[in-house]
C-alpha cells in the first residue's frame, strides 16, 4: 500500500489554535512510526489557507 503524508488547513482557526501545518506533520509523522509505516519520502503541503476544492499537492499524492 501507497503512502504519503499531505498537510493542508482550511480555515484560519486551524492555525490560531495549534492545528497548522507543523503540528498535523508531526501527528502523522508520530502515528506512522507509532504503525511501523514509512512514506516513502512523499510529503506534500498545501501551504496558505485552502477554501476551495483545489488541492494541487493532493492532486500528485493520489
Request: hydrophobic share 35%; proline share 2%; glycine share 12%.
Amino acid at each position: 500500500m501507497k503512502r504519503v503524508g499531505y498537510f493542508r488547513v482550511s480555515t484560519d482557526w486551524q492555525v490560531e489554535d495549534g492545528f497548522g501545518l507543523a503540528a498535523q506533520e508531526k501527528m502523522i509523522r508520530t502515528w506512522r512510526r507509532q504503525q511501523g509505516h514509512t512514506l516513502g519520502g512523499a510529503v506534500y503541503r498545501d501551504e496558505g489557507v485552502l477554501r476551495d476544492a483545489y488541492r494541487p499537492r493532493a492532486a500528485r499524492a493520489g
